[in-house]
């Protein structure tokens, strides 16, 4: 069944303390990203990767950090520095430039204590 | 930057009747223009997209139009039915490598029965 995974749904953390999120996708897609929705200001840009081993910074990524070592995967640290982390996180992929669409993940909502 | 415009945040219709939720977008390269639906506590999912090559683009009961001299696309849902009401987001980027898409900030539509 292929998609797109995120991990954990739920993550609660203390202030001080990084927390990493996981993304997993098996539908064989070059381009992945990561986007922050808080209401009211739709979906943010975080960090986007085109291909393994390669990141950009989207338009948000102040105390975030992205890894991407294996095609399928694309996890997204966040780090103490940044400064109001909780928030809805998705996750997505696509094709890349011969295909758009965005197919998400069921996003991951992270609250910092 | 690159921003894109969405409006209204809300709108609430009678079942059967017509919606329209609109967008502009401020680059100009941008060529490709998808609209995202978000069902409550689900991930968002592609509904319809345009290029701006077209003007205008039909599915059953949802169309896109473009202006690309104004730069402004809007979504038409004929008939709204109570499952469409979600938060509709529409999306602007150009095709150049990766697809990085500039959101709008949402439009939350309720369909009253």
């Known amino acids: 069944d292929g998609g797109i995974t995120q991990s954990p749904k739920y993550l609660f953390r203390k202030e001080g303390q990084n927390v990493t999120l996981s993304c997993e996708q098996n539908?064989?897609?070059?381009?992945m990203y990561w986007y922050r929705q808080d209401p009211g200001q739709g979906l943010r840009l975080i960090y986007y990767?085109?291909?393994?081993?390669?990141?950009q910074k989207g338009d948000i990524a102040e105390g975030y950090s992205v890894s991407r070592e294996k095609k399928e995967s694309f996890p997204l640290t966040v780090t103490s520095a940044q400064k109001n982390p909780t928030a809805f996180y998705l996750c997505?992929?696509?094709?890349?430039?011969?295909?758009?669409?965005?197919?998400f993940g069921e996003g991951s909502r992270l609250t910092v204590l | 930057g690159e921003n894109v415009e969405q409006h209204p945040s809300t709108l609430s219709v009678q079942e059967g009747d017509s919606a329209v939720i609109k967008c502009t977008y401020s680059?100009?390269?941008?060529?490709?223009f998808p609209w995202y639906k978000q069902e409550l506590g689900k991930r968002p999912q592609l509904i319809i997209d345009?290029?701006?090559?077209?003007g205008e683009k039909k599915d059953q009961r949802i169309a896109v139009t473009l202006n690309k001299t104004a730069k402004h696309f809007s979504l038409h849902i004929t008939e709204t039915q109570p499952e469409d009401s979600a938060v509709y987001f529409c999306?602007?980027?150009?095709?150049?490598?990766?697809?990085?898409?500039?959101f709008g900030t949402g439009t939350r539509l309720k369909v009253l029965a």
């Open positions: 345009i290029r701006s090559n077209v």
């Open positions: 539908l064989n897609h070059d381009a």
């Open positions: 680059d100009s390269a941008s060529n490709y």
């Open positions: 999306a602007a980027s150009h095709t150049s490598g990766t697809y990085k898409y500039i």
């Open positions: 997505a992929s696509s094709r890349g430039s011969t295909d758009g669409e965005l197919f």
């Open positions: 990767s085109q291909i393994v081993n390669d990141f």
